[in-house]
Structure formats: C-alpha cells, structure tokens
C-alpha cells in the first residue's frame, strides 16, 4: 500500500504579500503540529519521498520531516501554485502529471506540500470531490492494488 500525504502550506508570514515569505509564528507552530503528525505516521520505518513547492512557505513547512523521514525535501515546480501567465488548463494538467506519478511509483509514503489552489485541483483529479484546505491542513490518502481512499482529512493539527 502506497500512501499520499497533501500539505497545505502552514501560515505565511504577510508582512509583504509580494515577497515570497516564509512562516509566521503561527505557521512554525503550524509546522511543528505537522512534524509531531508525522512522527505518529510511523514515517521512521517507511520508505518517504519529501516534495514541496519551490516556495519558501512549503519548503519550511516540511523541512521538519526531514530528520524522521531520513531524507531531504526536494523542491519541484509541479507543485507550485498556478502562475498569472499559467492557464487553467495548463494548471490543471501539471496538477494532472504529478497524480499519475504518483500512481505508477512504488513509494511508501509520498509528502506534497503545495498551495491552495493545487490541492482542490488534485482532489477533483484523484476523487471528482470538491475539497479546500485550510493552511497547515492534510489530507491522506492511500493506494491500495484496486483504488485511492481518503484515510483522513485534517483542516489544522494541533
């Protein structure tokens, strides 16, 4: 069984909306719930792959995992959020891409931490479910050999 654990990226910090901020405290706080979440996974004994978005608030939402999961997160542009010049049938497709990857690859335990727009656009793909996602919130999924099930929704750890 092959497990998907979506991120939403935890609380940014929005004292400049144009930069590409990091956390706030209350995203570091989001992101230590996450790294606690983890542990309780059993990720320690499961083979984990760790991705994020190229922005700062999703990689330093993970980076916590990094220890545990024994590897290092890996930025891919996949899964950013959708560019003012990007269309949605251009979103929807590298959405579209990392799904499909997904399902062919033979990984324990695969961490997307994205944004906003990407994890409603994966659930439509993956479910034909109409989900959002608060910050510093999960969905896991699993793969068994017949289908994908949403084993737990979180809107915020604690």
Same mark, same amino acid.
């Given at each position: 069984?092959?497990?998907?654990?979506?991120?939403?990226?935890?609380?940014? /910090?929005? %004292?400049? *909306? +144009?930069?590409? @901020?990091?956390? &706030?405290?209350?995203?570091?706080?989001?992101? @230590?719930?996450?790294?606690r979440?983890? /542990?309780?996974? #059993? %990720?320690?004994?499961?083979?984990?792959?760790?991705? %994020?978005? !190229?922005?700062l608030?999703?990689?330093? $939402?993970?980076? +916590?995992?990094?220890?545990?999961?024994?590897? %290092?997160?890996? $930025?891919?542009?996949?899964? /950013?959020?959708?560019? !003012?010049?990007? $269309?949605? #049938?251009?979103?929807?497709?590298?959405?579209? &891409?990392?799904?499909?990857?997904?399902?062919?690859? @033979?990984?324990?335990?695969?961490?997307?931490?994205?944004?906003?727009?990407?994890? !409603?656009?994966?659930? *439509?793909?993956?479910? +034909?479910?109409?989900?959002?996602?608060?910050?510093? +919130?999960?969905i896991?999924?699993?793969? $068994?050999?017949?289908? @994908?099930?949403?084993?737990?929704?979180?809107?915020?750890?604690?």
């Open positions: 069984m092959r497990a998907l654990l979506l991120v939403r990226h935890a609380h940014r /910090d929005t %004292s400049n *909306r +144009g930069l590409d @901020n990091g956390l &706030s405290l209350k995203g570091q706080k989001q992101a @230590n719930a996450l790294a979440y983890f /542990d309780k996974l #059993g %990720s320690r004994k499961r083979e984990t792959l760790l991705l %994020s978005s !190229p922005k608030r999703c990689r330093e $939402t993970i980076q +916590g995992l990094e220890k545990a999961a024994n590897t %290092s997160v890996e $930025t891919l542009d996949l899964l /950013d959020e959708q560019g !003012p010049r990007e $269309t949605t #049938g251009e979103f929807q497709r590298r959405v579209r &891409s990392l799904c499909r990857w997904w399902a062919r690859e @033979n990984i324990d335990l695969t961490v997307c931490c994205t944004h906003g727009d990407w994890i !409603p656009a994966a659930m *439509r793909i993956l479910f +034909g479910l109409e989900i959002e996602l608060k910050k510093g +919130g999960i896991l999924i699993e793969r $068994t050999l017949k289908q @994908n099930q949403i084993v737990e929704i979180r809107q915020q750890l604690r």
